[in-house]
């Protein structure tokens, strides 16, 4: 199932936390939306993929509640689709108990599973305790240190043993988000996004030559950079 991300830009969160509901149940849809906006959560619904992948091209939440059988299709293969091009907590809420199912939905890059029927109140602990967590860890990140490559996110610098790696804001956000995601293959929709703050529209000659510009300045010390055809991009070390 093609989920058209793109149609709008993903926007920077305010402080008020945003979650996306994608549940086709109605009644259960509304109680869960209610009980989390009582706890002071903005929420998105939608009652199939497909409207769910249109909310999630216009925002990014912080986490998605994520039914498995729906309407057009199933969560888990969703999931899979999505996870490259957003970093929100996915938690599947569903009725399926299989233990098989639980294993792929996690392998698929889910975060967490809770079987139908749940108490409300266990659905909150559980996203509350998300919200701790990153809040934790966005005040504790304040520079990152992978060998002799340092970033200094306060400061928006780079350095390598050291030397500064005069970086422009643009070429750091690029190179930060990149590392902190070691590893991961993300797209090239999902960096000119996150970096640029838009959408990616036809040409990528501007996300590719901060790419190569930031290629010159990490490759010599044993920091790569690697272009994976027709996925996007990774960091890794030599």
């Known amino acids: ?50 409207k ?36 929100a907590h996915i938690l599947f809420l569903t009725a399926n108990a299989k233990h098989e199912s639980m294993v792929q939905a996690l392998q698929y890059g889910g975060d967490d599973y809770i079987t139908k029927p749940f108490h409300p109140e266990e659905l909150i602990a559980r996203i509350d305790a998300v919200m701790r967590r990153r809040k934790m860890d966005k005040t ?33 956000s690029l190179l930060l988000l990149l590392v902190q995601n070691e590893g991961k293959i993300l797209s090239a929709e999902y960096i000119y996004a ?7 529209v036809g040409d990528k000659n501007s996300m590719q030559a901060i790419i190569s510009k930031v290629r010159q300045k990490i490759e010599y010390s044993g920091y790569y950079i690697d272009s994976i055809r027709g996925q996007g991009y990774t960091f890794r070390l030599k």
Do not use: H
Not at 156 to 169: K, S, V
Not at 194 to 200: C, D, E, Q, R, S
């Open 140 to 172: 504790n990140a304040k520079t990152i240190i992978k060998g002799a490559l340092t970033l200094d996110i306060m400061a928006t610098q780079g350095f390598i043993a050291g030397n500064d790696l005069t970086l422009t804001p643009k070429e750091f």
């Open 1 to 50: 199932m093609g989920v058209p991300y793109g149609q709008g830009g993903l926007c920077d969160l305010s402080d008020k936390k945003l979650v996306l509901l994608i549940e086709d149940n109605e009644k259960l849809n509304i109680a869960n939306s209610r009980a989390l906006a009582l706890r002071g959560y903005e929420v998105l619904t939608a009652s199939t993929l497909a």
């Open 52 to 87: 769910g992948g249109l909310q999630l091209a216009k925002r990014e939440p912080d986490v998605i509640l994520l039914d498995i059988e729906l309407p057009d299709g199933d969560g888990i293969s969703f999931c899979n689709e999505i996870r490259s091009i957003t970093t």
């Open 194 to 200: 996150k970096v640029w703050k838009a959408p990616l």
